[in-house]
Antibody, heavy 121, light 112 residues
Framework: EVQLVQSGAEVKKPGESLKISCKGS????????IGWVRQMPGKGLEWMGI????????RYSPSFQGQVTISADKSISTAYLQWSSLKASDTAMYYC??????????????WGQGTMVTVSS | QSVLTQPPSVSGAPGQRVTISCTGS?????????VHWYQQLPGTAPKLLIY???NRPSGVPDRFSGSKSGTSASLAITGLQAEDEADYYC????????????FGTGTKVTVL
């Protein structure tokens, strides 16, 4: 079964760092782009960025460039989303998702279950 | 804010047909980039409903259909059912955003 399994919920304080993960299984992890999507409480989906684990080619939405870092470790079929200094406004559900084709503009066909990040003092 | 605009809400009675529009511009839908549609049930991850403008993944009922014309796209749901009550999002690619993807503003479908 093709699936993406994300790390568990996190509760952090402003200014702290965080790295959440997304582990792929059931397919060739290095052959598909993996994207990250933010959903703030009660709000819509936001495309954050995407990485190709095969060569670590990474693209960011201008809204998230410089705010987060996307990476991948192909040896363990895992993608990451990290923050160096969290803000309260980073409180949201974060989803990873697999791009179904070979191009960045293809659809996300497989989604992780989501990781809830809460940032509060 | 998103560059793809959707109506905040649409509603219909069971069995009816509803459509959701997704309006973009010449740098995304109008540039020829594909549009994809997702359904998000409350408290769950989004699910791919339509990809490449009009293609349904395996397992998606043929009550759902997609189309694209010019700078807009549409999702149609025929034979509306109670379980279709959810949020729906379009997605495309925008060449003016450093080559990144973009989601629509989202539409809440209510079954009356």
């Amino acid at each position: 079964e093709v699936q993406l399994v994300q790390s568990g919920a996190e509760v952090k304080k402003p200014g702290e760092s965080l790295k959440i993960s997304c582990k792929g299984s059931g397919y060739s992890f290095t052959s598909y782009w993996i994207g990250w999507v933010r959903q703030m409480p009660g709000k819509g989906l936001e495309w954050m960025g995407i990485i190709y684990p095969g060569d670590s080619d990474t693209r960011y939405s201008p809204s998230f460039q410089g705010q987060v870092t996307i990476s991948a470790d192909k040896s363990i079929s895992t993608a990451y989303l990290q923050w160096s200094s969290l803000k309260a406004s980073d409180t949201a559900m974060y989803y990873c998702a697999r791009d179904l084709g070979a191009a960045v503009q293809d659809a996300f066909d497989i989604w992780g279950q989501g990781t809830m990040v809460t940032v509060s003092s | 804010q998103s560059v793809l605009t959707q109506p905040p809400s649409v509603s219909g009675a069971p069995g009816q047909r509803v459509t959701i529009s997704c309006t973009g511009s010449s740098s995304n839908i109008g540039a020829g980039y594909d549009v994809h549609w997702y359904q998000q049930l409350p408290g769950t991850a989004p699910k791919l409903l339509i990809y490449g403008n009009s293609n349904r993944p395996s397992g998606v009922p043929d009550r759902f259909s997609g189309s694209k014309s010019g700078t807009s796209a549409s999702l149609a749901i025929t034979g509306l059912q109670a379980e279709d009550e959810a949020d729906y999002y379009c997605q495309s690619y925008d060449s003016s955003l450093s080559g990144s993807g973009v989601f629509g503003t989202g539409t809440k479908v209510t079954v009356l």
